[in-house]
Nanobody, 122 residues
Framework: QVQLVESGGGLVQPGGSLRLSCEAS????????MGWYRQAPGKQRELVAR???????NYADSVKGRFAISRDYAENTVRLQMNSLKPEDTAVYYC????????????????WGQGTQVTVSS
């Protein structure tokens, strides 16, 4: 019914930049919030950044001032601009969306993308 397709991961040197994108498609009535999570080997998945429909954002303390989340409402797309990347940012990054389906808009659902690898290494 709904797909989240991520792009933009890869290998970058410390101090470099990457931009992740995620497009949601399918029988979507509305999207309440979109965000990015990450999971490093041996660690739990953690919130990186999230943006709601009214534009409110929140970030993990570890990425504040370096990462910026933005959303294209017309295209159901969320992007994550990552600057000044550090080796500790290495992880699989997952797109997340809290949305409502066209068929039953009174119910909220959470969907995840398949993940994209970000590796920060010299």
């Amino acid at each position: 019914q709904v797909q989240l397709v991520e792009s933009g991961g890869g290998l970058v040197q410390p101090g470099g930049s990457l931009r992740l994108s995620c497009e949601a498609s399918g029988s979507i009535f509305s999207i309440d919030a979109m965000g990015w999570y990450r999971q490093a080997p041996g660690k739990q998945r953690e919130l990186v950044a999230r943006i709601t429909t009214d534009g409110s954002t929140n970030y993990a303390d570890s990425v504040k001032g370096r990462f910026a989340i933005s959303r294209d409402y017309a295209e159901n797309t969320v992007r994550l601009q990552m600057n000044s990347l550090k080796p500790e940012d290495t992880a699989v990054y997952y797109c997340n969306a809290d949305l409502r389906l066209t068929q039953r808009p009174e119910y909220g659902h959470t969907y995840w993308g398949q993940g994209t690898q970000v590796t920060v290494s010299s």
